[in-house]
């Protein structure tokens, strides 16, 4: 099986002259994610770790490429990436950018990774909430593992988590094409999928959109809106993405139609895309490199 296409640093996962801190650090997933717990702290949950974030911590996670990113980590403070910084001095980011910056480190280490783009279900009862997790191939067992890098001990017992988050169930995290064919089949409620006060079906569908730009090497920030996304149910193409949830069900079998289905419009990440949160167009950087 040829993984070489999640094997390379590229795009937003190419740490450049940086990825030579990684040679320092352990060659498993699991201590790569116990690195990245101690230089990162989740921008929305500064009180489990008793801080407020800094002004400069709150304009750390529109970054968006893993360079930048430590570019900014060692500007701060330039200890090895190993030694933990404290809550208050650590980079503030979400989810994407653990998965972003562990799917780097283990692609430096010539480890097959990809990011998910979808919702976990282990954070609110009963609720899908959108998140990203880490998938490695795993050669022992040869198979994809599914690896939550930002869960710590204080997030393990803030959310009474009781699983292994370096192999996380499927159920427990499900990629956004497979949320949405949960809801297309009436097997799921489509309102329990989504984040603060935005659920529902158009969430699941940009999310797709989101998954299948990651599979392509793009990675880019949850609130990134482009393409074919919407706010509205009525204006979702539900053909287009019944096929895309389909393909990103099994990436490796559908490697190829993955693709070729980047060159759409509606998938492909142009030059610019719409900041939600800031609530403006910003250029994408890193520029994306052929997939």
């Not at 030579?20 to 201590?31: C, E, H, R, S």
């Not at 480190?105 to 998910?116: E, P, S, T, V």
């Not at 409620?189 to 969430?203: E, H, K, R, S």
């Not at 900041?275 to 403006?280: D, E, K, S, Y």
Request: with cysteine; proline share 7%.
């Amino acid at each position: 099986m040829n993984h070489s296409a999640f094997r390379t640093p590229t795009g937003m996962s190419d740490a450049g002259i940086w990825a030579l801190q990684f040679d320092a650090l352990p060659g498993d997933a699991g201590g790569l994610a116990k690195v990245l717990q101690g230089l990162f702290i989740h921008e929305h949950m500064p009180d489990f770790y008793g801080v407020t974030l800094s002004d400069r911590q709150r304009g750390e996670p529109h970054v968006r490429g893993a360079e930048q990113m430590l570019e900014r980590i060692a500007v701060h403070d330039p200890r090895p990436l190993s030694d933990a910084r404290p809550p208050a001095e650590r980079y503030a980011c979400c989810c994407r950018h653990y998965t972003l910056m562990h799917v780097s480190m283990l692609r430096n280490k010539g480890i097959a990774a990809r990011a998910r783009c979808g919702f976990g279900a282990y954070f609110v009862k009963d609720m899908f909430i959108d998140h990203w997790v880490t998938e490695y191939f795993d050669q022992a067992q040869q198979r994809w593992v599914l690896v939550d890098s930002q869960i710590d001990v204080q997030q393990r017992a803030k959310f009474g988590i009781d699983f292994n988050t370096l192999d996380v169930p499927r159920e427990k995290f499900l990629v956004a094409g497979d949320a949405w064919k949960l809801c297309r089949d009436g097997k799921a409620n489509p309102q329990a999928f989504g984040v603060l006060d935005m659920f529902g079906l158009w969430f699941i569908a940009s999310n797709v959109i989101r998954d299948v730009a990651a599979l392509n090497n793009r990675e880019m920030l949850p609130w990134d809106v482009w393409g074919g996304m919407t706010l509205v149910d009525a204006e979702i193409d539900l053909t287009f993405i019944d096929r895309l949830a389909g393909l990103t069900h099994d990436p490796d079998r559908h490697f190829d139609e993955l693709r070729a289905a980047y060159d759409d419009p509606r998938i492909a990440v142009p030059p610019t895309v719409f900041n939600a949160v800031l609530n403006r167009p910003e250029a994408v950087s890193p520029g994306p490199d052929s997939p």
